[in-house]
């Protein structure tokens, strides 16, 4: 059992990180650092922001008590990124230095990779994967939108490469050891912490910038290093269904001719929530759901795939939410009725 494997040492770690969340929202009152609601809010009453500092504390004390286990480019990448996000929710920073600390951070995650064994020794894939490290961050900050969609989704993606990288599986293909177990785990225990605080309708506080950009870059790094080990392209769908959201939203507003850089609820998760009045975690549970589902699909045929049948089921899974998203507009009441009925009806989504 994991959690059995750990010493003092790591329960003293997730004592310390459990009190740093307890203790975050007098920081958060003292620095003036509440989201008070505006037109595009989600929520109603202003509320404490940057419990996304947990995850930095976090992985700080990870480094401090294993500072060999993963590759300084993670950790130099990820405080830089971390810093960036906490100022900018402390005060607005400029664009540009946010999107020059984004390419920086994932430049430095791409540095560390094992170039010379896998396929990404070409400028041009190397330039692709800086694109779309770039693009998964500022999906993952798009998408924490409403309350327990991004923990959720967290949650679910963390549990499945763990279960890869520590062989919860049982079976000795599905077991490839890429990453720190500790970094891994220390990760998903602060986002079931920061879960309790923020997966409800009326939530205690958000993981603001810090958080969102934090918990997508240790992902990216997982998936980057899993990558490389396994060459294997259906382990992107464990993040599909955010990159799908944004994707097709920004395709949408690009062929409306609408800019895809000003605020807006065209999201479809917004759209749930602020255009036909469903419950915040009426939204973020079925969306985590099918995100759990396509990942233990995945786990369960992926290993056995060529790279051709890889490919085909990442087109697949690509054209099939893509539908779902364009077929959700037209059919609003459907797909409500069949969400309700995979919940147990709308008394169960009503709980939350």
């Known amino acids: 059992?994991?959690?059995?494997e750990?010493?003092?040492?790591?329960?003293?770690?997730m004592v310390a990180l459990a009190m740093a969340t307890a203790l975050y929202p007098r920081l958060a009152a003292a620095l003036n650092m509440v989201d008070v609601p505006n037109s595009r809010s989600s929520h109603q009453r202003a509320t404490p922001t940057g419990f996304g500092l947990v995850l930095v504390i976090g992985v700080l004390l990870n480094l401090v008590h294993v500072p060999y286990a993963d590759a300084w480019e993670?950790?130099?990448?990820f405080l830089l990124l971390s810093f960036t996000s906490f100022l900018d929710d402390y005060k607005p920073i400029a664009p540009g230095l946010r999107f020059l600390a984004q390419v920086a951070a994932v430049g430095l995650i791409l540095y560390a990779l094992p170039i010379s064994k896998t396929n990404l020794d070409s400028p041009i894939i190397l330039l692709f994967a800086l694109i779309f490290g770039v693009g998964m961050l500022?999906?993952?900050?798009?998408?924490?939108?409403?309350?327990?969609?991004?923990?959720?989704?967290?949650?679910?993606?963390?549990g499945t490469l763990m279960s890869i990288n520590m062989g919860w599986l049982g079976v000795e293909r599905h077991h490839v050891h890429f990453i720190d177990n500790n970094l891994l785990g220390i990760a998903f225990f602060v986002a079931l912490l920061l879960a309790i605080v923020n997966a409800?309708?009326?939530?205690?506080?958000?993981?603001?910038?810090?958080?969102?950009?934090?918990?997508?870059?240790?992902?990216?790094?997982?998936?980057?290093?899993?990558?490389?080990?396994?060459?294997?392209?259906?382990?992107?769908?464990?993040?599909?269904?955010f990159g799908i959201d944004t994707g097709s939203t920004i395709a949408v507003k690009l062929w409306r001719g609408e800019s895809v850089v000003k605020p807006h609820r065209d999201f479809l998760f917004k759209r749930m929530a602020h255009l036909y009045k469903w419950k915040h975690m009426s939204i973020s549970l079925p969306y985590a759901?099918?995100?759990?589902?396509?990942?233990?699909?995945?786990?369960?045929?992926?290993?056995d795939l060529s790279t051709a049948w890889q490919l085909t089921w990442l087109v697949l899974f690509i054209a099939s939410?893509?539908?779902?998203?364009?077929?959700?507009?037209?059919r609003t009441s459907l797909v409500k009725r069949i969400l309700q009925s995979l919940f147990f009806g709308k008394k169960f989504l009503g709980l939350f």
């Open 200 to 241: 409800r309708n009326q939530a205690l506080g958000f993981i603001g910038d810090v958080g969102a950009l934090g918990f997508a870059f240790v992902i990216l790094y997982a998936l980057y290093q899993l990558f490389a080990q396994t060459q294997n392209y259906t382990y992107f769908i464990f993040i599909g269904l």
């Open 321 to 330: 939410m893509i539908v779902f998203y364009v077929s959700f507009f037209k």
């Open 138 to 158: 500022n999906a993952y900050n798009f998408m924490d939108g409403i309350n327990g969609m991004l923990l959720l989704h967290v949650l679910v993606v963390l």
């Open 1 to 4: 059992m994991f959690w059995l």
């Open 289 to 303: 759901a099918v995100q759990l589902v396509s990942n233990s699909i995945v786990l369960h045929f992926s290993p």
């Open 6 to 13: 750990w010493t003092l040492i790591d329960y003293s770690i």
């Open 74 to 77: 993670f950790y130099t990448g």
